[in-house]
């Protein structure tokens, strides 16, 4: 068992948890970008899932490209990127938001944002039509619908969506160390580079570590947004599949 | 004596198609590589998630600690999971293998488990009543009315696995994913652009087929519904 | 009414099953890429060898032309490409992933705790005392590609920079960039470069294997000081190497790196020839094939043995 034994070394290493390829900082850029890129995918594709979810346009798109969404190439994303914009860094203003990689942002946002579009629109789309009808029957327009009743209703789902994109991005955020950024895939590209395997493994387990504290932390925050009549199971993968409903009489 | 090498490629061009051209069979050489280690993980995948999902579905207690157990090997990211293995099984195939068989495994057991719980109770007791029971019930009855839910499941699997096989790249198994890799070294976009290409491609043939699939299997009007 | 649902939902199952059992069956029987190879004598003609390569465009080729070279003797040659450095690219030799490898012999004698001159005779009579005994490094060409320190023509004229010995004072001010691997290595940055110059930068960056990250990055300014190979990367016009003037980068010469089981004098007679026609101008060309053209590695070094006759 000495090679865990060398993974414990690694991380009782005080050199490890200081400076620039420290643990703390490599985790806060990890987190940093991660954060700043869901954010603005959640500003791009929130409203125009609501908007179309609404309308029930689009539909056909919004539905296929969900499950092909999941295998949009990220590795290619970042590479074309790099090659398009190099890996200078960002003006100041992007760096204190956390984007310290413009070709790692855009890679991210562009991953992010198919979950999260797809749920929302799904979900508004299948509001249960009763629940439409008895709110217009009480005298509610098309958008006080949509917020009070259609969006509620959606949350379960869309924060699904929210919560595939996450794990998503953190994943793709780990790649962008082989580009020459940093976050956490540093340990992971540099032990590879010279064979250390201790560092590689610890590399590794702090990147799993991160992504199952955000899935956690996500899911802690599902269920205290979503109202507890509507309380529907959604994994990591963000997928809910949903019992038909039961035969009517 | 001719020579061997066509006129150079142009860098800066997304895609450069007189490359394509030149070099189909190094391209379709990736893309099978890429099928198989995708189709594999998912052979794999089935195998250990539908007898998981059997002992889930009929003692229930097992389902949570199941489930946590694959979605935590869900969340772990790609290249993490591939760098865990690195020290135990090198270079190898199996390095790629088995994380991506283990990402396979959330989606399926949850989708085999949701199709037979799906099994109408009144079906169960009209077979129970017939006489079958066990596994003769499970194999006869139950199996094959969630095999629509099942092939879902499959979809999601199969479109999740053709996405993550480039990242096998970097540890020397990745079909497109080398391709990408290669193009990236030499500052070449075409070599990229192409297999990024033909990963969604790829993607969006395996959904239509298994979706077709999908409704073939389901001459009934019911069936169940995997959203996003 | 249920026996016709069974029937019909026992069939979806059965087909669908046969289906992917079959399709999946088929997928898999297929095998990784594998080379050409042209009947020859039958000393060769059934010998497989495995041929790995490191992980950029210089390394590359030199495998591909051993492989090659062997292919067209007959050899049954497969191709394990874009490995690794040499960390990871030797380890799988001496696992026996693969059979052998492109490799450069100041290179391989640093990383086996040796110490290379600038001469090529006697780096190669050391890297023969360091190899343990189950591997072999074949005659060394005359190529050279070693590490190189670059700047920018502007940071160079600013600073006064000729040489890395002038480098020295000015480092502190400047941001350096190079391989992941570079400050473990005795050549880039590590103890040996330490001990003879002591370069200290104000930041240093892993980027990647003198590759387009680092020469963008170069370009536009995020370093001032970039680690390209002196014989395989992009050196554009404006960029300047800071001369070796203290003898840091040794005689870094290809060789191929072959495990003894499998070696054979005849394969060293093939190789031999191809390292005899590898000059630096020629390793240069062919560099520059790769990396500007957009030549595939393969087809480089196809027609470089073509053109000398090896194939």
Redesign the interface.
């Known amino acids: 068992m000495s090679?865990l034994g060398d993974v414990f070394d690694w991380f009782a290493n005080g050199d490890h948890w200081t400076g620039?390829e420290g643990i703390p900082h490599l985790v806060l850029q990890h987190l940093g970008i991660s954060a700043i890129s869901l954010v603005v995918a959640v500003l791009v594709a929130l409203p125009i899932g609501l908007v179309l979810g609404h309308a029930r346009k689009g539909g056909f798109v919004a539905v296929?490209v969900?499950?092909?969404g999941?295998?949009?190439?990220?590795?290619?994303?970042l590479?074309?990127a790099?090659?398009t914009f190099?890996?200078?860094?960002p003006p100041e203003v992007f760096r204190s938001v956390g984007i310290g990689s413009i070709p790692t942002f855009i890679a991210l946002v562009a991953l992010a944002i198919p979950?999260i579009l797809?749920?929302t629109y799904?979900g508004i789309a299948?509001v249960d039509p009763d629940l439409r009808d008895a709110a217009s029957g009480m005298g509610m327009n098309g958008r006080q619908q949509l917020w009070r009743v259609e969006l509620p209703v959606a949350l379960p789902?869309i924060m699904?969506?929210i919560r595939?994109s996450a794990?998503a991005v953190?994943?793709?955020a780990?790649?962008a160390a082989?580009?020459?950024w940093g976050g956490l895939?540093?340990y992971?590209?540099?032990?590879?580079?010279?064979?250390d395997?201790a560092k590689?493994?610890a590399?590794?387990?702090l990147?799993?570590l991160l992504?199952?504290a955000v899935?956690l932390a996500l899911g802690a925050l599902q269920r205290v947004l979503v109202s507890p009549g509507l309380r529907v199971d959604a994994?990591?993968?963000?997928?809910?599949?949903?019992?038909?409903r039961p035969?009517r009489a | 004596m001719g020579s061997v090498l066509a006129a150079g490629y142009s860098g800066s061009a997304w895609i450069d198609w007189s490359w394509v051209n030149d070099h189909t069979t190094e391209i379709l050489t990736r893309l099978r590589e890429h099928v198989v280690l995708a189709g594999l993980a998912l052979l794999y995948g089935l195998i250990i998630a539908v007898p998981l999902a059997v002992l889930a579905s009929r003692k229930r207690r097992l389902l949570a600690p199941i489930l946590s157990v694959t979605g935590v090997l869900y969340t772990i990211p790609s290249l993490a999971a591939f760098a865990f293995l690195l020290p135990f099984t090198g270079l190898s195939r199996e390095t790629a293998l088995i994380p991506l068989t283990a990402y396979s495994l959330l989606i399926l057991v949850r989708n085999v488990v949701t199709g037979l719980d799906a099994v109408p109770p009144e079906v169960v007791e009209a077979a129970r009543g017939m006489g079958y029971s066990g596994t003769r019930q499970l194999l006869r009855i139950e199996l094959p009315l969630a095999v629509p839910t099942i092939i879902a499941g499959v979809r999601i699997a199969a479109v999740t696995l053709i996405g993550l096989v480039p990242v096998a790249a970097l540890i020397g198994q990745g079909g497109l994913g080398a391709m990408m890799l290669d193009g990236f070294q030499r500052s070449f976009r075409t070599p990229i652009t192409v297999a990024g290409v033909l990963v969604i491609a790829l993607a969006v043939v395996v959904d239509a087929a298994l979706l077709a699939l999908q409704r073939l299997a389901t001459p009934w009007t019911w069936r169940a519904r995997s959203i996003a | 009414m249920t026996k016709s649902r069974t029937r019909s939902g026992k069939h979806a199952l059965a087909t669908v099953a046969v289906a992917l059992v079959i399709a999946l069956a088929l997928a898999a029987c297929g095998s990784s890429s594998s080379g050409k190879a042209k009947s020859g004598s039958s000393a060769a003609s059934n010998t497989k060898l495995v041929v790995g390569s490191k992980n950029f465009g210089g390394a590359q080729i030199l495998s591909q032309a051993y492989g090659q070279a062997l292919a067209a003797k007959g050899y049954k040659i497969t191709y394990r490409d874009n490995l690794g450095a040499t960390e990871i690219v030797y380890k799988a030799l001496q696992n026996g992933d693969i059979d052998l490898y492109g490799e450069y012999q100041g290179t391989l004698l640093t990383y086996l705790g040796g110490t290379p001159t600038a001469d090529r005779q006697t780096t190669y009579a050391a890297l023969q005392q360091k190899l343990p005994s189950d591997i072999v490094a074949t005659t060394p060409a005359e190529a050279v590609d070693v590490n190189g320190f670059y700047v920018l023509k502007s940071t160079a004229d600013k600073y006064h920079l000729t040489t890395l010995s002038s480098l020295v004072p000015v480092a502190p001010q400047l941001v350096f960039g190079g391989t992941p691997e570079c400050q473990d290595r005795p050549l880039c940055l590590g103890t040996k470069e330490q001990q003879l110059y002591g370069l200290h930068f104000k930041d240093v960056k892993k980027l990647d294997e003198g590759g387009p990250v680092t020469t963008k990055a170069l370009d536009d300014g995020t370093i001032q000081v970039g680690l390209l190979f002196t014989g395989s990367s992009v050196i554009k016009s404006n960029y300047v190497l800071l001369t070796d003037d203290k003898g840091l980068q040794p005689a870094d010469n290809p060789v191929a790196v072959i495990r003894k089981s499998v070696d054979t004098s005849a394969i060293n007679g093939i190789i031999d020839k191809v390292n005899a026609a590898m000059t630096t101008a020629e390793y240069n060309k062919l560099a520059l094939q790769v990396q500007n053209e957009k030549q595939d590695p393969k087809d480089v070094a196809a027609q470089f043995l073509k053109d000398h006759g090896l194939a």
């Open positions: 090679f620039n296929n969900s499950n092909v999941r295998a949009l190439p990220s590795l290619a994303i590479l074309l790099v090659l190099g890996i200078k860094d979950p797809t749920n799904v299948d789902l699904a969506g595939t794990i953190i994943a793709t780990t790649l082989y580009v020459g895939g540093r992971i590209i540099d032990g590879l580079a010279v064979q395997n590689v493994f590399g590794a387990l990147v799993a992504a199952i899935e994994g990591p993968a963000g997928e809910i599949t949903t019992p038909p035969a």
